[in-house]
């Protein structure tokens, strides 16, 4: 065969990474398990490249040049496991397999050794950018095997969006790595989009502002160190008008965010890693809360607010305050996230780089923001950086913005309006910079009932005190 690159699965996503494969003049072999979708990509943008259509998965695979080259763009789960079950027997050593779905990374992990085992490498690959992103230039996330990044990089980075003539695509590291990343990149996403959230609402109650009025402050921030995808597309959205009803459109939408489950995922591992990724929770949380309607029924009219209603005075002062509390929120949130993937990273051993990581999230991505080139630069003037937000720029950036983002969330308590992404990452801030923690309290609690034993600020060592005799301190 002489194709390139091959891609399976040409439902929207694969669609238009084929087209952008082709646009950027690889030759593509496609497939798809009913070949009316194959038909109506060739009639529609045949013209666009070269195309190599396959009725059978057989034919699809002779039509590749070795090593093989197959992206995989199917449902995550039964449905990648079933193509790549039929794909696997007609491939041959060297072949690379690409899951370009948003695959649980621990399913990489299991489909990479199990084709590792057979000869052929699996490459879990995280794509960012939704439909557009696929067709024009997408942030691209892919793990597995060094070597066979060293065929496919080449490939995937011409394909991928451009900083500063910057790919975003980059090897991230071995096994699960590059779903991890994409998953951990969603979980950012969701904190993202939760903290703009409560910005709008805390506008919307505070000054009671329209939506089109605040869309017009979003368009504002993104001209600053706001300027991002997710700012961008919210100004647009909150001037929406409704065709039908004449109204904002944002005000016409069930509140009831909905999920597919890689926000989850995030929260999960966090969890089991034991890392506080606090505002992906909330996020996650206040998603779940949106769409609790029994809970939400038995409360609206019930539980009282005791609040009178927020006059804010000063209208612009409340603007900004809320754009550097959004902004510090928002640090919190990648600085948490980032120590998850460093925490991963360690656990499983991918040494994954985390300044490249931003690097490529700086465009083609949902996340896609102006302030990425700030965390490649801390990562840059000190990879093992402990903690994000200690580094010096934002140290600086978020310190100036610590009163403000006070002054938001104590508000927002006082007058009843829920802002628990703000709330959380301002707790975060105050509890990881805290000098001393009420956990000794906790420990000392659980050595009480049950002998867990607890360290001292003294000396070296682990004790435990016979609280229920005569309170003496033993060596545990
Ligand atoms: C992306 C997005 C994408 C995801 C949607 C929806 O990076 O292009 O993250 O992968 O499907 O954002 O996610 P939820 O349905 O979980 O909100």
Redo the contacts with the bound molecule.
């Keep these: 065969g002489t194709a390139e690159i091959g891609v399976t699965g040409l439902a929207v996503m694969g669609r238009n990474l084929a087209r952008n494969f082709a646009r950027n003049g690889f030759t593509v072999a496609i497939h798809n398990r009913s070949f009316a979708k194959t038909q109506s990509l060739l009639d529609d943008h045949g013209d666009e490249g070269t195309f190599v259509a396959s009725e059978s998965v057989e034919d699809f695979v002779a039509s590749l040049a070795r090593p093989r080259k197959v992206v995989v763009m199917v449902k995550a789960g039964a449905a990648t496991d079933a193509v790549i079950d039929e794909l696997v027997p007609l491939l041959d050593e060297g072949d690379i397999v690409v899951d370009a779905g948003?695959a649980h990374f621990p399913d990489t992990v299991r489909r990479e050794a199990a084709l590792r085992a057979k000869g052929l490498h699996f490459v879990g690959t995280g794509v960012?950018?939704?439909e557009e992103?696929a067709l024009l230039g997408p942030s691209i996330m892919p793990g597995g095997t060094a070597e066979s990044y060293e065929w496919l990089g080449p490939i995937l980075e011409k394909i991928s969006a451009k900083v500063d003539g910057v790919p975003c695509c980059t090897y991230v590291g071995p096994g699960g790595a590059g779903h991890f990343v994409k998953m951990v990149?969603?979980g950012i996403?969701y904190a993202d989009m939760q903290l703009i959230a409560e910005a709008y609402d805390l506008l919307k109650q505070g000054l009671g502002a329209s939506a089109a009025e605040i869309g017009q402050i979003f368009a504002e921030w993104n001209t600053g160190d706001l300027e991002s995808f997710l700012i961008e597309i919210t100004a647009d959205v909150l001037q929406h008008v409704d065709a039908a009803t004449g109204a904002a459109f944002v005000d016409v939408v069930l509140d009831q965010a909905?999920?597919?489950?890689?926000?989850r995922w995030t929260v999960q591992n966090a969890l089991d890693l034991g890392v506080p990724i606090t505002g992906i929770a909330e996020a996650t949380f206040a998603r779940a809360l949106s769409g609790s309607v029994p809970q939400r029924t038995a409360a609206l009219g019930t539980l009282p607010a005791h609040t009178t209603p927020w006059a804010v005075e000063d209208r612009d002062a409340f603007v900004e305050d809320v754009r550097l509390a959004l902004y510090a929120s928002k640090v919190v949130a990648y600085s948490q996230g980032f120590d998850q993937i460093a925490a991963a990273s360690e656990q499983f051993g991918w040494d994954i780089d985390r300044g490249a990581m931003a690097r490529i999230w700086r465009g083609g991505?949902?996340i896609r923001a102006r302030f990425l080139n700030r965390i490649t630069e801390a990562y840059e003037r000190n990879a093992d950086l402990p903690l994000l937000l200690a580094d010096e720029y934002f140290t600086g950036a978020v310190g100036n913005g610590v009163q403000a983002w006070r002054r938001v969330v104590s508000g927002a308590a006082l007058h009843g309006v829920p802002t628990p992404a703000f709330a959380s990452s301002l707790a975060y801030y105050d509890g990881v910079r805290a000098e001393r923690l009420p956990a000794a309290l906790i420990q000392a609690q659980r050595d009480f009932f049950g002998a867990h034993t607890y360290r001292r600020t003294d000396r070296e060592g682990t004790f435990h005190t016979t609280w229920s005799t005569d309170r003496t301190e033993q060596d545990a």
């Design positions: 948003n960012s950018g939704g992103g990149h969603n996403e909905e999920q597919k489950g890689t926000g991505c949902i």
